[in-house]
């Protein structure tokens, strides 16, 4: 069993920063795949970014490329998800998420473990 925490979101305005973070307890945090997704009313969940176990590989979701970037410290059982330019349509829930299996990272369904989503808004 793995228990996710992210930090706590936040408001920013359009084009301004903000840094997430998961911090992972229970079993190796080095074993799992990572990644976060979002959430708004009345959407489906949209996947955001994941990395590697190793940290080697990254993915990122077309609305994010270029803009987010996600990293993780093994040796904190820590996943980050660092966002830079943002826009009013980055407003949504944000969730980590923990793989065991193989499958597609950008894929909701093959995540075992999530966190309970943090708030993020981002002011026009």
């Known amino acids: 069993q793995v228990q996710l925490v992210e930090s706590a979101g936040g408001l920013v305005q359009a084009g301004g920063s903000l840094r997430l973070s998961c911090e992972a307890s229970?079993?190796?945090?080095?074993?799992?795949?990572m990644g976060w997704f979002r959430q708004g009313p009345g959407k489906e969940r949209e996947f955001v970014a994941a990395?590697?176990?190793?940290?080697?590989?990254?993915w990122y979701g077309d609305s994010v490329q270029g803009r987010f970037t996600i990293s993780r410290d093994n040796a904190k059982s820590t996943v980050f998800l660092q966002m830079n330019s943002l826009k009013p349509e980055d407003t949504d829930v944000y969730y980590c998420?923990?793989?065991?299996?193989?499958?597609?990272?950008?894929?909701?369904?093959?995540?075992?473990?999530w966190g309970q989503g943090t708030q993020v808004t981002v002011s026009s």
């Open positions: 229970g079993r190796t945090f080095s074993s799992y795949g």
């Open positions: 990395i590697s176990w190793s940290g080697r590989s990254t």
């Open positions: 998420a923990a793989k065991e299996t193989r499958g597609s990272p950008a894929a909701a369904g093959v995540y075992n473990y």
